[in-house]
T-cell receptor, first 116, second 113 residues
Framework: DVKVTQSSRYLVKRTGEKVFLECVQD?????MFWYRQDPGLGLRLIYF???????EKGDIPEGYSVSREKKERFSLILESASTNQTSMYLC???????????????FGEGSWLTVV | GDSVTQMEGPVTLSEEAFLTINCTYT??????LFWYVQYPGEGLQLLLK?????DKGSNKGFEATYRKETTSFHLEKGSVQVSDSAVYFC????????????FGDGTTLTVKP
């Protein structure tokens, strides 16, 4: 069974703390993503990576960074957490393929982060 | 750029009612189309997909047909159950090899017994 695992389901952090959200996939996928999900705003892409050590900004990268040192692991870093980063964070992965190849995106269960 | 417009929610239905959630898209080329479902407290998972015009995707009693002429991919189910209560997302497949997809805003469905 394919799996995207997010290390923490629920976190509570203080303003100004450095926060790491970890994601591991076991499908040997090249592409990995971090999304943020907020009520009424749908899914917003923060960063994505199409290869080890490669990263691209998504739609809302400000206040975030990422790390991909190994193919199976993609980390989201909040350098200095703020209350407006309280949200649900979703990691996802998909195989590299031809454009419009119809590759399914696989999601983790989400990490609920509260910044107080 | 690519975009997806979904029917606004929330949608509330009684059990065994017919469901339609509208989805239209704007895209260059001929993208694959997807419906993902998110059950309470979980991540998204694939419900069904179609990779070319006139294809019908189906799963768990849900269906959607890729209509190029109307740029639509409406989700339908003939008889919904309480367990279908979830958020449904329409999505365009990535138009690059990196697979970056475009998602609609999601439609919340509540089915009452």
């Amino acid at each position: 069974d394919v799996k995207v695992t997010q290390s923490s389901r629920y976190l509570v952090k203080r303003t100004g703390e450095k926060v790491f959200l970890e994601c591991v996939q076991d499908m040997d996928h090249e592409n990995m993503f971090w999304y943020r999900q907020d009520p009424g705003l749908g899914l917003r892409l923060i960063y994505f990576s199409y290869d080890v050590k490669m990263k691209e900004k998504g739609d809302i990268p400000e206040g975030y960074s990422v790390s991909r040192e190994k193919k199976e692991r993609f980390s989201l870093i909040l350098e200095s957490a703020s209350t407006n980063q309280t949200s649900m964070y979703l990691c996802a992965s998909t195989a590299w393929g031809e454009a419009d190849s119809g590759n399914t995106i696989y999601f983790g269960e989400g990490s609920w982060l509260t910044v107080v | 750029g690519d975009s997806v417009t979904q029917m606004e929610g929330p949608v509330t239905l009684s059990e065994e009612a017919f469901l339609t959630i509208n989805c239209t898209y704007t895209a260059t080329g001929y993208p694959s189309l997807f419906w993902y479902v998110q059950y309470p407290g979980e991540g998204l998972q694939l419900l069904l997909k179609a990779t070319k015009a006139d294809d019908k995707g189906s799963n768990k009693g849900f269906e959607a047909t890729y209509r190029k002429e109307t740029t639509s991919f409406h989700l339908e189910k003939g008889s919904v159950q309480v367990s279908d209560s979830a958020v449904y997302f329409c999505a365009l497949g990535g138009n690059t090899n990196a697979g970056k997809s475009t998602f609609g805003d999601g439609t919340t469905l509540t089915v009452k017994p």
